[in-house]
């Protein structure tokens, strides 16, 4: 999983690209955009970060499981859990009457890209 902050247009040409490797056959990633960076930390405070690292490394059995192993609340870690499944970061497996969260992706990788205004032929040494 990739999770960038790109603007509309280079998120929508990384968009089209990725659609033409994945027709040729390739494997790509899945990728959640933000075009802006606030909402992005927003939706990944540390809280959510550990509790997103919590159920890649250790898949736990239900949500009151994971709150009780995170000491945190079961109400807030539950509504944590169903914001990152409506980006489809999280997703949901039913055990009877327990939910079973997990993670779908190997890796989850975040890209926040910034830089200054450049003219066309300029280069730094830094983009070299």
């Not at 990739?2 to 040409?13: C, D, G, H, M, V």
């Not at 499981?65 to 609340?73: H, I, T, V």
């Not at 109400?75 to 993670?103: M, N, Q, S, T, W």
């Amino acid at each position: 999983l990739r999770i960038t902050s790109l603007p509309a247009e280079q998120a929508q040409a990384a968009a089209l690209e990725r659609a033409e490797r994945w027709e040729q056959g390739e494997e790509v990633p899945h990728v959640v955009n933000f075009e802006d960076r606030t909402r992005l930390r927003q939706l990944l405070t540390d809280r959510r970060m550990e509790l997103l690292e919590e159920v890649m490394e250790r898949p736990p059995e239900s949500i009151r499981a994971l709150a009780s192993r995170l000491e945190r609340d079961v109400h807030d870690v539950h509504d944590d859990l169903h914001l990152l499944a409506e980006y489809d970061i999280v997703h949901f497996e039913k055990d009877g009457r327990a939910k079973k969260p997990y993670v779908p992706y190997d890796t989850v990788r975040i890209e926040v890209e910034f830089g200054l205004p450049r003219d066309e032929g300029s280069s730094s040494p830094a983009s070299a």
